[in-house]
DNA sequence: AATAATTTTTAGACTTATCTAAATTAATAT
DNA sequence: ATATTAATTTAGATAAGTCTAAAAATTATT
């Protein structure tokens, strides 16, 4: 069974490879994870040995296949913690990361599949980031945060993030469903709020409505 | 802060002497914690040293009122979340212990209450064990799970520990509610079921029922 | 291609938590 | 009161994870 410090690195290399492609340098481990690269390379002969990661010395490491689905594994725990974090126990979104980084590490896949049914298999955390299913599948990248579509595209709403009441009723107002074409018109950089079309008539919304609502691009 | 051992030490003393009273000796942590009593040596001395314990070589070990409440801490963290894992992700009474035993090390006291406060501040947790509140105080023992009510002694109802409505709906079938005089008549002892009257008529209620119910007795 | 700068690894030390085996203290029984 | 037994502590090892400082390998620069 891995350690919480053998879990933690196999995450930071899931995220360095996912970031910059190919193998991970000794120097950005340590820099993500805030250790001396001393450690890191003491940790890669470990997890090489274990066949968590290929390592070939002075040349970077990357995830094995069984490196790889695990460390997805983790990044789902966290990102599956933090919608409960938000949707259910009101945290503000920047209060979360901490904690879930903690949460993740429980091993449990009954409990962490039953987190995920609990909170009606979300396919994105509140950060906007995409959670990766069961079968550590992440969703299909054509649906992406109302937040996160292009300028000038226009797409199409498939799913919404969250499923609090008040937020569903508030989406009723702006009168957002699925199906509904929308479209971002102009961002305002100082509260992060979006100027948008929905069904071709202008709107505003927050980052936070924008982030919980799914687009699929047309 | 307190490492993960540190905390399991912690919360296996106030066990015990809750259990036994006084003070606790070396060999039955070392029982309690599947460890050897050498280990628990170097541990008493290293929490001594933190005042977290008083100890006395050869003369076992209690805690402080700083270790104290850091246990009962433990011990509400740990209960809570077996409610949440019983009440809201559907998990067997069975299953929830080793589960619990992890999150009790979560560190955010923001989540520990925030979690209460979704759960509806329970007082007990699924086994029937007290929750004590955010201030350490455990709930007043004039209220007992109905499971746990004694033979012929006669008791008003005066919570309900689970919120969900098809419990609620269920004890309303039932004819129980806040302030209902009940009494248990027979224990089951295959399925752990009681013949039990309410308001004075004969009725039959499931454990799972019972232990839901707080009592206090008349 | 040789040198300098940077990156990475190794060597040695430290902390936490555990263990086995031996020594010590306390409790019990003659 | 001694001797025996049981409980507890100490001594010495080991493994995980980290660090600093020094050595080695790689990369960049002249
Ligand atoms: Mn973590
Ligand atoms: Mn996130
Ligand atoms: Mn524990
Ligand atoms: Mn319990």
Redesign the pocket.
């Known amino acids: 069974m891995l ?4 879990e933690n690195y196999l995450k930071a290399i899931l995220k360095l490879s996912q970031k910059n492609g190919q193998s991970v ?4 481990i340590a820099e993500e994870l ?13 997890l090489s040995e274990k066949s968590w990661i290929h ?1 070939v ?2 040349q ?1 490491v990357s995830l094995t296949e069984k490196g790889h689905s695990f460390a997805v594994h983790i990044v789902r725990k966290h990102r599956l913690w933090e919608v409960f974090l938000v949707n259910h126990l009101n945290f503000k979104l920047d209060e979360v990361h901490d904690i879930a980084e903690q949460l993740e590490h429980i091993k449990s896949l009954e409990l962490v599949n039953k987190l995920d049914a609990f909170l009606n298999f979300p396919s994105f955390d509140p950060h906007g980031d995409p959670i990766p299913n069961e079968e550590g599948e992440f969703p299909k990248s054509s649906a992406i945060p109302f937040s996160e579509l292009p300028m000038k595209s226009r797409g199409k709403v498939v799913a919404v993030v969250m499923d609090e009441p008040s937020f569903l009723k508030y989406l009723d107002k702006l009168n957002i469903s699925i199906g509904s074409q929308v479209e971002i018109i102009e961002v305002n950089e100082f509260d992060d709020s979006f100027d948008v079309k929905i069904n071709d008539k202008q709107s505003h919304i927050s980052f936070d409505v924008a982030k919980n609502i799914l687009i699929s691009l047309l």
Do not use: C, I, L, R
Not at 3 to 6: F, N, R, T, Y
């Open positions: 350690s919480q410090a053998e340098s000794t120097n950005a805030n250790t001396k690269a001393s450690s890191v390379s003491d940790m890669m002969k470990k390592y010395k002075y970077g």
